[in-house]
């Protein structure tokens, strides 16, 4: 049976594998074989992680697909691996944009191709190492471990800036993890066990909880990243080259949010409800002040960073309004749609940001240029590609019919259930972010050429297509049928909330 193999082993370690093969057979130079190879590895894991979803049993919130090996048995450390229906979705868009990242770089990196590609293989199977781990020391060994190659991806590949931007993208995230290893070793001394289902059977008293609440916030509030500790994630946009910015923000502000749900709302829930007027007050900030600090960029890759901290927003205001909802209601599946539709926000804003990044690459390729006082009447001259980053655009903006739509609709409609003015301020985004998002498409798509630059681009190539319209496809289909991935993380999402709100129940 297939459902018996270790599939998460295998989506794991085989990137990992194809990484190393990429390096050794690009030792003597690039040579012809490294594109190829880092390809096959990435279809491979693509491959392999799909009867994640097939296999998939929705009508338990029990870990499926689950492996356990001693490693450190001092200690009680495991090799301990398993998903919910939380997890499976981000496994799959991360092995789905590895396949893309690849061949995005096809053509356009040069320099060291055989490092470049060799570094996403390996951070794809140590970011779905993230989201597979169920021991609490393998999960830290991942989560740190990835921040290596994203930072030779940012200090090698990226902009004139590149070195600043990667020791702060570093500093940032090592530094906010070190309270997250505190609160580890605390639930170890508690409960006896590493393991993170361990950890969700501990009863803490209110000090306590309170203090490792706060010790995973700021880790997972750097990652994500929640305003006020955002301030890395534009520089680390702006200089990363454009494969960099995709996994960036499709894959690794989504870890930070994933820490929020396998941590902070299971291990502390009377902390989590306690204290979720501060994540709401965070979020909000987040969804408002950056959008308005977005509407000032002229940097393209700028500007669709901020929307990313003001769009993740949404996903933390999702996660924590279901306390106040539950405490109006006292019914956790009227509290559920704000977790779902923060995990839809989640999976869209991957689409939705990757596909802007890849958009942006695409110019920067041809006119070596960022800024949108560059452009001008790009659809006269690349109308296919002005048809993609148009519809990027409108579903960045919230449109009905776009998977940006869902999640957003989602969470305004729990927030309403919360509070009026969450939801009010949460729907503000709707305007601002319609406003820097069209501004930006105006400015660079419509009206005349600008100048002979845009005069003389080129549309998009066949691989640059592929890679777009496979974006837009899935951009569309969870627009119009968000169904399966709300079906596939319902019974985990409900078994979470139970959790959360056990000592109210």
């Given amino acids: 049976m297939l459902s018996d193999w270790p599939i998460l082993s295998l989506v794991i370690w085989l990137p990992i594998a194809g990484g190393v093969l990429t390096l050794l057979a690009g030792r003597g130079g690039d040579g012809p074989a490294v594109r190829p190879i880092a390809l096959v590895f990435a279809i491979a894991t693509f491959i392999a992680s799909i009867p994640l979803y097939t296999l998939f049993d929705t009508a338990t919130y029990r870990m499926q697909f689950t492996e356990q090996v001693p490693w450190i048995t001092t200690f009680s450390i495991n090799y301990q691996l398993g998903v919910d229906g939380i997890s499976v979705p981000l496994i799959l868009l991360t092995t789905f944009f590895t396949v893309l990242v690849v061949i995005a770089g096809w053509e356009v990196i040069k320099y060291k191709a055989a490092q470049y590609m060799a570094a996403f293989l390996i951070m794809e199977g140590l970011m779905n190492g ?25 200090g090698i590949w990226g902009g004139h800036r590149r070195v600043y931007a990667a020791i702060k993208f570093f500093l940032y ?31 803490l008293e209110r000090v306590p909880q309170i203090l490792i609440f706060l010790g995973f916030l700021v880790a997972f509030a750097v990652k994500v990243p929640m305003w006020p500790v955002h301030t890395w994630l534009p520089d680390a946009h702006v200089e990363a080259p454009t494969g960099g910015s995709v996994i960036l923000a499709a894959i690794m502000l989504k870890m930070g949010a ?42 393209m890759k700028k500007l669709i960073a901020y929307s990313s901290i003001s769009h993740m927003g949404f996903v933390t205001l999702g996660f924590f309004v279901v306390f106040s909802i539950f405490e109006r209601n006292h019914e956790v599946a009227g509290a559920a749609m704000g977790v779902e539709g923060g995990l839809v926000q989640m999976i869209s804003h991957g689409f939705v940001s990757g596909a802007l990044f890849l958009c942006v690459g695409v110019m920067y390729d041809r006119l070596h240029s960022r800024q949108i006082s560059d452009y001008g009447g790009v659809v006269n001259t690349m109308p296919v590609f002005a048809s993609f980053f148009v519809l990027f655009a409108l579903a960045n ?36 972010g319609a406003a820097y998002t069209l501004w930006m498409v105006k400015r660079v798509v419509f009206g005349d050429i600008a100048n002979d630059g845009v005069r003389e681009l080129t549309d998009l190539n066949g691989r640059e297509t592929f890679v777009l319209g496979s974006l837009a496809i899935a951009v569309l289909l969870l627009g119009v049928w968000p169904a399966p991935l709300v079906n596939l993380m319902h019974s985990s999402v409900a078994h979470l909330l139970e959790q959360a709100v056990a000592s109210k129940l």
Avoid: C
């Fill in 173 to 203: 995230t090592f530094l906010g993890s070190v309270l997250l290893l505190v609160a580890i070793l605390y639930l170890y001394f508690e409960s006896g066990s590493f393991s993170l289902l361990d950890f969700h059977d501990v009863r």
């Fill in 258 to 299: 994933y820490g929020f749900v396998r941590f902070m709302l299971p291990i502390t829930p009377d902390a989590s409800s306690e204290l979720d007027w501060l994540i709401i007050l965070l979020s909000l900030i987040a969804v408002v002040y950056i959008a308005l600090v977005a509407l000032a960029q002229e940097d």
């Fill in 130 to 154: 993230v989201f597979a781990s169920l021991d609490a020391v393998l999960f830290y060994v991942f989560w740190e471990a990835m921040l290596v190659p994203m930072f030779l991806i940012i």
């Fill in 397 to 432: 903006v919230g449109l009905p019919g776009t998977s940006g739509f869902v999640g957003e609709f989602m969470v305004i409609m729990s927030a309403f259930k919360a509070n009026f003015w969450y939801a009010l301020l949460a729907g503000s985004t709707l305007v601002l």
